[in-house]
């Protein structure tokens, strides 16, 4: 069963002082108006799994693009966090004409970007460590001559959160878990920004294209971990974002394997400790050079789950009971989806 929790980015803002630098000759550097603040907001994290999302609290450092009259006008500029403070490398002044502001944390200055018009994207290579945040404020004008309203910049989730939780409840077995892999997920795409401001009253996205690179990502590499009947997460340590994509079922080619799946390597024993599973007719296919067996959980097809989606969290909670082999595999595969972009518990 799927179970869809709804997530609330909450307003909380921090004063934060924020300048730049003009890049277009088009722009003078005599100031026409006053400095450009902004207020920062990112999502909180859920209370279903580990955290390892950016929150307000925690996101120090966002790259700033800003375009006036379809022209560039703020290219690449670090802001930094001082305490509750952002530093910016230089200092930019509003100017007579709108701005339409395009920021991204934590970096994406070592990947290709392109520009057109008010339009801004780039592509991106994922490593699976970072939590990737966008946000899109457009239309904006300095409000007061003295004092003008700082510009929120609403971040969103730009990636897909992936969580994989395993548990045994047969007391007659040890399942032990030694590596867990996401096998088959595509590395590489471009990221589009909405041209609409990112607001918490408009649900506005970005939008992913040209997926490609697939790779065998580990998430876990442990030693004879032990499932109990409490669901353990094996997502904390290596991989926790993946690029949003659809996802390919799981597919025997021969003795080769197709499609987007997790892969546990790892042994199933009594409780002395005696191997139950892999054993010798255990297919070589499903065993490791090291004497580790392989079972492999479909990510497609789980409770109508096809594809991940930007902003979204999905949960794979596995249950492994039987030694493979033996009397069949026994295991269960739920999959709950928690979507950033509207209400879910958060954490306090």
């Given amino acids: 069963m799927k179970n869809t929790n709804l997530l609330s980015i909450p307003v909380l803002m921090l004063g934060l002082l924020a300048t730049s630098c003009s890049s277009n000759e088009d722009h003078p550097s005599v100031p026409s108006g006053a400095e450009i603040r902004f207020s920062v907001v990112a999502p909180q994290a859920?209370?279903?799994v580990s955290k390892p999302e950016t929150t307000t609290a925690s996101i120090d450092y966002f790259l700033l693009n800003a375009f006036t009259e379809k022209k560039p006008f703020i290219t690449n500029l670090d802001v930094n966090k001082s305490g509750n403070?952002?530093?910016?490398?230089?200092?930019v002044y509003w100017p007579a004409s709108p701005v339409n502001f395009y920021a991204v944390s934590p970096d994406i200055k070592n990947t290709s970007t392109g520009k057109e018009d008010n339009s801004f994207l780039f592509t991106y290579?994922?490593?699976?460590?970072?939590?990737?945040?966008?946000?899109?404020?457009?239309d904006q004008k300095q409000t007061d001559a003295l004092n003008p309203k700082p510009v929120t910049l609403n971040f969103r989730h730009a990636l897909s959160r992936v969580a994989i939780l395993m548990k045994s409840t047969n007391s007659q077995i040890k399942v032990k878990i030694d590596k867990v892999t996401l096998a088959n997920i595509l590395q590489t795409g471009e990221f589009e920004f909405p041209n609409e401001t990112t607001s918490q009253d408009n649900k506005v996205e970005g939008s992913w294209s040209a997926q490609q690179?697939?790779?065998?990502a580990t998430v876990y590499v442990g030693n004879n971990e032990v499932l109990t009947s409490e669901s353990k997460e094996f997502s904390t340590e290596n991989y926790n974002f993946a690029l949003p994509q659809t996802l390919k079922p799981l597919v025997?080619?021969?003795n080769a394997f197709e499609g987007s799946y997790i892969e546990v390597e790892g042994v199933i024993t009594n409780e002395n400790d005696i191997t139950l599973w892999p054993n010798n007719t255990t297919?070589?296919?499903?065993?490791?050079?090291d004497g580790k067996g392989i079972i492999r959980f479909p990510l497609s097809g789980q409770d109508?789950?096809?594809k991940w989606d930007v902003g979204v969290a999905?949960?794979?909670?596995?249950?492994?009971?039987?030694?493979?082999g033996l009397s069949g595999i026994e295991f269960n595969v739920t999959v709950d989806e928690i979507d950033y972009n509207n209400n879910i518990p958060l954490e306090n």
């Fill in 46 to 48: 859920p209370r279903s």
């Fill in 314 to 324: 999905y949960i794979y909670s596995i249950l492994i009971n039987e030694a493979p």
């Fill in 125 to 138: 290579s994922n490593n699976g460590g970072i939590d990737l945040l966008y946000s899109v404020a457009t």
């Fill in 252 to 254: 025997k080619n021969g």
């Fill in 85 to 91: 403070v952002w530093k910016p490398a230089t200092t």
């Fill in 213 to 216: 690179n697939p790779v065998s």
């Fill in 283 to 289: 297919p070589a296919e499903n065993k490791t050079a």
């Fill in 304 to 306: 109508e789950v096809s």
